[in-house]
């Protein structure tokens, strides 16, 4: 009995660090998207960290409008940024999930 637990316990701890090895590196994992027509560019990290903002020339006559797509563009961004994210996290917490009687219905 003893020894299912300390295994159980050996494999969420091997599972926590590859959770925070998985973060590390969807701090690399570089998304682009922009507005339509391109008048606005993003690039955000997949842990959802914005890098990078490109805004067209001609946005900077129209405040409003500016604020229109940079709006729509950020949320289309961390969206894809979110999912790629929770998508990544979800199969490294799942794979690493022990065997516990009962408990297969969360696989």
């Known amino acids: 009995m003893f020894g299912d637990m300390m295994g159980m316990m050996n494999k969420l701890k091997e599972t926590q660090q590859k959770v925070e090895n998985t973060k590390e590196r969807l701090n690399t994992v570089l998304l682009d ?51 790629i994210n929770e998508a990544e996290l979800a199969a490294v917490a799942k794979d690493g999930m022990p065997d516990i009687p009962g408990m297969d219905l969360f696989k």
């Open 33 to 83: 998207e922009e507005s339509n027509g391109g008048l606005v560019k993003v690039t955000i990290t997949a842990n959802r960290t914005i890098k990078k903002i490109e805004i067209d020339n001609e946005l900077l006559e129209d405040k409003e409008m500016l604020e229109d797509y940079l709006i729509l563009t950020l949320n289309k961004a961390i969206e894809r940024a979110t999912s």
